[in-house]
């Protein structure tokens, strides 16, 4: 299973970006799609998530201002009203089913976010 992440860049404070994660390989079932990010100097945290039947979570630093959703194979994370603290390389991570009975945890390759006053 390989996941490809798309969608990140400059942005200037106060901007959107919407990042996109595609899963593709062997997949019987996706359940949960994350998206974590990770700063200079920090651990990696996570950001939002989404389950199979479409709830959601939020860090605290982030909701009201970043939208998570899928479709698929995909998972989106809409982010608005960027800040500075929000630069960081953004990474997707799927627990996926490759076959049934198995579950797995993939990660993207990382995008990286940043964002400017």
């Known amino acids: 299973v390989q996941l490809v992440e798309s969608g990140g860049g400059f942005v200037h404070a106060g901007g959107s970006l919407r990042l996109s994660c595609v899963a593709s390989?062997?997949?019987?079932?996706?359940?949960?799609m994350d998206w974590y990010r990770q700063a200079p100097g920090k651990e990696r945290e996570l950001v939002a998530g989404?389950?199979?039947?479409?709830s959601t979570n939020y860090v605290d630093s982030v909701k009201g201002r970043f939208t998570v959703s899928r479709d698929k194979n995909t998972v989106y994370l809409q982010m608005s009203s960027l800040k500075l603290e929000d630069t960081a390389v953004y990474y997707c991570k799927f627990r996926v089913s490759p076959l049934l009975g198995i579950l797995n945890d993939y990660w993207g390759q990382g995008i990286q976010v940043t964002v400017s006053s």
């Open positions: 989404i389950t199979g039947v479409g």
């Open positions: 390989g062997r997949i019987f079932s996706i359940n949960t």
